[in-house]
């Protein structure tokens, strides 16, 4: 389940488990101080199996592999930054390959190579009651309850670019496709996206607090095999943020 390294201090390099940090990696904060709050770990999700996370050296960059087997779970970092310190964030991302039989529009087969996942808190009143009975059960399972709004930036193999996904199970995950099909695998690809027009964009409302920002690749859905690359996810505060008019 490991590919190999590109160099031998990363041949190494631990399996990432539950609650692991993304050690040796940029994505690890610089210092001490800051680590407790900034650090990447590796979040399960009951009754699936585990995708395999692990620092890596690639193509001359610092990354994050990951390799899915009929898996899903995350890399997660916890963050706290209010609506006006809301800025760009910045990703980029290698995928050999497609997932042949996956479609972002139906819950049996909703899979995607790479994802960049942002968790919103927002006025969970305003829940339906199919969500609030979501949320009191992902408390339950996982001990968080679910998020307000959750936006992912996904590969789609047949959905337009910037076209936005409403998930089949609940309508508080979006997904904002921002690749589309098979003409960019094999290439580093780099995004800069404005978070609060794209949190508009997809729920036509300003967003709350980010919460949280991860990268997941799953192939659950649709019991298949998939492998990625992430650089590091880093967002941007900009001025104003999201306290600017609608």
Same mark, same amino acid.
């Given at each position: 389940?490991?590919l190999?390294?590109?160099?031998?201090?990363?041949a190494?390099?631990?399996?990432l488990?539950?609650? &692991?940090?993304v050690?040796?990696s940029?994505?690890?904060s610089? %210092?001490d101080a800051?680590?407790?709050?900034?650090?990447?770990?590796?979040q399960?999700f +009951?009754?699936?199996?585990? *995708?395999?996370y692990r620092p890596q050296?690639?193509?001359?960059r610092?990354?994050?592999?990951?390799?899915a087997s *009929?898996? !899903?779970?995350?890399?997660?970092?916890?963050?706290?930054?209010?609506p006006?310190?809301?800025g760009r964030?910045?990703?980029?991302?290698?995928? +050999?390959? =497609?997932i042949?039989s996956a479609?972002?529009?139906?819950h &049996?087969r909703?899979?995607?190579?790479v994802?960049?996942?942002?968790?919103f808190?927002?006025?969970?009143?305003k829940? %339906?009651a199919k969500d609030?009975?979501k *949320?009191e059960?992902?408390?339950?399972?996982?001990?968080? +309850?679910m998020?307000?709004a959750?936006?992912?930036?996904? $590969?789609?193999?047949?959905?337009?670019?910037?076209?936005?996904?409403?998930?089949?199970?609940? %309508?508080?995950?979006r997904?904002? =496709?921002v690749e589309?099909?098979?003409?960019n695998?094999?290439? $580093?690809?780099?995004?800069?996206?404005?978070?609060? !027009?794209d949190?508009r964009k997809?729920?036509?409302e *300003?967003?709350?607090?980010?919460l949280?920002?991860?990268?997941?690749? &799953?192939?659950?859905n649709?019991?298949?095999?998939?492998?990625? $690359?992430?650089g590091p996810v880093?967002?941007?505060?900009?001025?104003?943020?999201?306290?600017?008019?609608?």
């Open positions: 389940m490991c190999a390294a590109a160099l031998s201090a990363c190494i390099a631990p399996q488990r539950e609650g &692991d940090e050690a040796a940029p994505w690890a610089a %210092s800051q680590r407790a709050e900034s650090a990447w770990a590796h399960t +009951p009754g699936k199996r585990a *995708s395999h050296r690639k193509d001359g610092d990354t994050v592999m990951v390799r *009929s898996s !899903a779970s995350m890399v997660r970092r916890r963050v706290r930054i209010e006006g310190e809301l964030l910045r990703f980029s991302w290698l995928v +050999p390959e =497609v042949a479609d972002m529009t139906r &049996d909703e899979d995607s190579p994802r960049v996942v942002l968790a808190d927002g006025d969970r009143s829940f %339906s609030a009975m *949320s059960l992902a408390e339950t399972l996982t001990g968080e +309850p998020p307000y959750t936006l992912m930036y996904v $590969w789609s193999n047949d959905q337009a670019a910037e076209s936005v996904l409403v998930n089949p199970r609940t %309508s508080r995950i997904k904002l =496709v589309r099909g098979a003409d695998v094999g290439r $580093w690809l780099s995004y800069e996206r404005d978070v609060c !027009a949190f997809a729920f036509g *300003s967003p709350g607090r980010l949280s920002i991860a990268i997941m690749t &799953d192939t659950d649709t019991r298949s095999e998939a492998k990625a $690359w992430y880093r967002h941007v505060p900009a001025a104003g943020g999201c306290l600017t008019a609608e």
